[in-house]
């Protein structure tokens, strides 16, 4: 009997998780869901579009922790209320104050220690080099060593690949993929800013919005500008 393809998928609740859940979906027999909150502005909103995603497609596998210390490290807008987070320069080459100083390898360590247990083959993350200047942990080449890193420092038996469907992605053509998939686009969340009414001029709210221009679709989700 084939043993069956389990992917754990790392679930923000934005819109790249989303999109990405959606092609984990279709390229294994089951999903497991993490989320991981680290202290940030929209912590309980991203909470929600994450089980909000994870009911649409009815997974039963889902882990939900919480990193806080990365927000008492600080050193980022999304997690330190004494830095700003800034209107979006979507031309600036500068790593934007809202990176959060190695956050995906604490994240990636996570879901790492939950697929060896599950005995999962698989680590989607939904990566994006476009998203600012490209933060130092959104690279492929950071995806390509934590992979050996968990060669090295997992059982000999176990297995896990990262896979990064969307890192070379513009954000139009991320949106014509979920679209393609039919993700749930409309329960996800992107803003850094806001729980309520996405502002619609942090980074994220701007990278999004562009995305959905150009690829000449209308976003299912309200902005306040």
């Not at 247990?117 to 993350?125: C, E, K, M, Q, T």
């Not at 476009?130 to 690279?139: K, T």
């Not at 050996?148 to 053509?173: V, W």
């Not at 039919?182 to 729980?195: F, G, Q, V």
Request: net charge negative; with cysteine.
């Amino acid at each position: 009997m084939n043993k069956k393809n389990l992917a754990v998928c790392l679930v923000s609740g934005g819109m790249d998780s989303c999109v990405t859940a959606a092609i984990a979906k279709s390229e294994n027999d089951e999903i497991a869901f993490l989320h991981i909150s680290y202290g940030q502005r929209t912590e309980r909103r991203e909470r929600q579009a994450f089980n909000d995603i994870a009911d649409f497609y009815n997974v039963e596998k889902r882990l939900d922790v919480s990193i806080e210390y990365l927000a008492k490290i600080g050193g980022s807008s999304l997690t330190d209320k004494n830095i700003e987070v800034a209107e979006a320069n979507l031309e600036s080459t500068e790593i934007p104050t809202s990176y959060v100083p190695f956050r995906n390898a604490n994240m990636l360590a996570i879901a790492t220690s939950w697929a060896e247990v599950l005995g999962a083959n698989s680590i989607y993350i939904g990566a994006v080099s476009e998203d600012s200047s490209g933060y130092p942990d959104c690279r492929p080449g950071f995806y390509e060593a934590f992979e050996k890193t968990i060669e090295k420092g997992t059982k000999p038996d176990t297995n896990i690949k990262i896979k990064t469907p969307i890192i070379k992605l513009s954000k139009a053509e991320i949106v014509k993929k979920g679209l393609e998939l039919n993700a749930p686009i409309h329960l996800s969340w992107s803003c850094y800013r806001s729980e309520n009414l996405a502002c619609g001029t942090c980074d994220s709210c701007a990278l999004r919005l562009r995305g959905f221009d150009r690829a000449g679709v209308k976003d299912p989700i309200s902005y306040q500008v």
